[in-house]
Structures are given as structure tokens and as C-alpha cells.
């Protein structure tokens, strides 16, 4: 991928042109899966809670792909089908071996609609889903800053080695607000080097906000980072061992300083902090190019950012603002311009003239 942001828009700009034609016989695909290689002949009429989207070009490997999965773990919702929608299409269209990646989606309650639009979107896709029991974090959820981090799915992402086949032995995770402009392998391939998880670090962003004043004011607390150097992450982007997570023990320690948040109130965001307060300065770093992150605004207000300066590999919404609710407005930011081309959503008024 190009380092250049200008070369970058003019390649996203070319694909967005060119995705309106149809694909040509030879994007065809003959990969299948138990629950992707289902093509629906018959449209229903849609949900009016559940977007309708168009067919996605089929993607077919290079003539160097051998046989080995990639793994991503998204989590499914309904709020954010359209957003899952444009990451995956993204990955598909950026990947060298896209019939050698596999999805894995986490969703807390069986919705036909969802299902429905992921096959006839997406007829060759290989992919499974997963039912998240929401029940297990219901007790543990602490109400943070923002409404939408206190939703159940939000923490699914610690419950990713309970729920994956033991055959997966590594995942990459995805938050469902982002889209990929590289090839995914090349994060698949990072050397973990006998760490439990991968991911960009920033260890010049304040660490101390992350926490109260009564986290850091408590001596017990305040050394829970001793002997390490702890840099923020943002969890949406994760490349995880899966099998050093079950063996480690991890979504124990993930709960323990969640039970600490329920008596004591040591953080005010969602999911992230115990995370932090687990691995922060104990995870392998990758490339700032892997995780464009903040581009939807801060979360409580969402107002606009600029991108980050250096290449770029994946631009992540993560924040208040998402871009199809404010390119719906008609109030987007610039950086929204660059998911578009990814969202492969038709109104209804589309659909009907179709």
C-alpha cells in the first residue's frame, strides 16, 4: 500500500468507481463453509430494523496461496451490520488470499434477518457464528461514560478462547467500525514472540486517564503496573493467541479487576481497562499503521479528527461517530469520505426501484 495519504484516497476513490460495475466471471469463487455457501434466489422483504445491502464481488486467491486459515473474530449486531458489512468487504478486496480468510462472528441472540443479509451479500464467504451468552457479563458490567460500551457484545471479545474451536489457535480481532486498506496476512503474521496478544501500542498517550484517582491513590492498586511499562492499546484491533489465553487464564484475570470496578469504580470506560490493567505493558507492539484509531471523535461528542501522519493500513471509527450515521446526516467529516466506498448499504428507496 501506497505511504502516501493522496495515493491512498485515489485508490480507494478508483475502487469505489470501479465496484459499481459487475464482477466479471473470473472473481468467481469456490470456497464454501457449513454456514456461508448458501445463496439465497429469493429477496425477501427486508426488516425495517435491518439494513439491505447489495451483492459483494466474489474474491479469488492469488496463484501463490497455499491452504493456511486466517482467523477474524468480529462480533455481529444488528446496530452495526452496516459497519461489519464494509470492514469485511474491505478485507476480501485488499487480500492477497481472500478464500483463506475465515469469519468467525460472536452474536448474543439469534437474528434470521442478519443471517439472511450476510449470505446474500456475501454468497461465497466462509464464515460461522457463534452464540455469545450475554448472561455472563451482565452481573460484571460497571456503567461507564457511553451507553454503547455498557452493551453485553462489547465484552464478548474477553470470552474469545470459551468460544472459538480449540482447533483456532489464533485469531485476529475486529472491531465492526473499521476497514482494512492491506493485505490482513500481514498482520496475521506478526511474531507474537511468546506474548499472549498483539497489538499498537502508544505509550505517549496519558496512561494515567485511564484510571481514577482512587485507582492511582491506592498503593495495592497503583503497583499493579510494577516492574512493567504500560502503554495504552485500543482492543478493537488484536491479534491474539488464543491458546496462551486459555492456558494463562486470562478471562479470569479479565473478570477479577472487573469485580474490583463494581465495588470500587477505578475506571469510567468499558472493556478496555481491565485489559490494560492485564497487559498493558506486556504485549507485543505492531506497526501504528495497523490501527488509524479515534477517527470517530471522542466519546461524548464525536467531533471530527484528522488522520494521523504515516501510512496507513487500517482506519478505525472508533469513538462516538460512525461514519454511516453521519454520512446519513449529511454531515460527515472528511475522513468518512474513505469508508464510503466500502459500504455496500442500498436505502430502501433503491431497494424497491430494484
Known amino acids: 500500500m501506497a505511504s502516501s495519504t493522496l495515493c491512498f484516497v485515489l485508490g480507494l476513490l478508483s475502487f469505489f468507481l470501479s465496484s459499481t460495475a459487475a464482477p466479471s466471471s473470473s472473481s468467481s469463487s469456490s470456497s464454501s463453509s457449513s454456514n456461508g455457501n448458501i445463496r439465497l434466489g429469493i429477496i425477501r422483504k427486508p426488516s425495517p430494523d435491518v439494513p439491505v445491502f447489495r451483492e459483494a464481488p466474489a474474491f479469488r486467491n492469488g496463484d501463490s496461496c497455499g491452504a493456511d486459515r486466517i482467523h477474524i473474530v468480529m462480533t455481529l449486531d444488528a446496530n452495526y451490520l452496516r459497519g461489519t458489512m464494509a470492514a469485511v468487504l474491505s478485507i476480501l478486496q ?10 468467525h462472528f460472536l452474536w448474543a441472540h439469534y437474528e434470521p434477518d442478519v443471517m439472511s443479509n450476510i449470505k446474500s451479500t456475501f454468497p461465497y464467504l466462509n464464515f ?8 455472563r457479563v451482565r452481573g ?13 457484545l462489547n465484552y464478548a471479545r474477553i470470552y474469545l478462547a470459551d468460544i472459538i474451536p480449540s482447533d483456532v489457535k489464533r485469531v485476529i480481532y475486529l472491531d465492526s467500525d473499521l476497514v482494512v486498506v492491506d493485505d490482513i496476512a500481514k498482520l496475521w ?7 499472549v ?59 477479577e479487576w472487573m469485580a474490583v470496578q463494581k465495588q470500587r469504580r ?41 488522520l494521523h501522519p504515516g501510512p496507513i493500513s487500517l482506519l478505525h ?38
Open 94 to 103: 485488499h487480500s492477497t488470499c481472500p478464500e483463506n480468510v475465515e469469519f
Open 128 to 135: 460461522k457464528v457463534y452464540r455469545f451468552d450475554s448472561n
Open 140 to 152: 460484571k458490567i460497571s456503567k461507564s461514560i457511553r451507553q454503547a460500551l455498557d452493551q453485553p
Open 189 to 195: 503474521d506478526v511474531d507474537l514472540e511468546d506474548k
Open 197 to 255: 496478544l498483539a497489538a499498537p501500542e502508544y505509550c505517549h498517550a496519558n496512561f494515567t486517564k485511564y484510571f481514577t484517582d482512587l485507582f492511582w491513590a491506592d498503593p495495592a492498586l497503583a503497583s499493579t503496573f510494577k516492574g512493567r511499562r504500560p502503554c495504552y492499546f485500543n482492543t478493537g484491533v488484536m491479534v491474539v493467541d488464543v491458546d496462551k489465553w486459555r492456558q494463562g487464564g486470562y478471562t479470569r484475570k479479565v473478570e
Open 266 to 306: 477505578i475506571y469510567h470506560l468499558g472493556s478496555l481497562p481491565p485489559f490494560l490493567l492485564v497487559l498493558a505493558g506486556n504485549i507485543k507492539g505492531v506497526d501504528h499503521r495497523w490501527n488509524q484509531h479515534g477517527l470517530g471523535g471522542d466519546n461524548l461528542e464525536g467531533k471530527c479528527r484528522s
Open 317 to 354: 471509527w472508533s469513538g462516538k461517530g460512525k461514519p454511516w450515521l453521519r454520512l446519513d446526516s449529511r454531515k460527515p467529516c472528511i475522513v468518512d469520505h474513505l469508508w464510503a466506498p466500502y459500504d455496500l448499504y442500498r436505502s430502501s428507496v433503491h431497494f424497491l426501484e430494484e
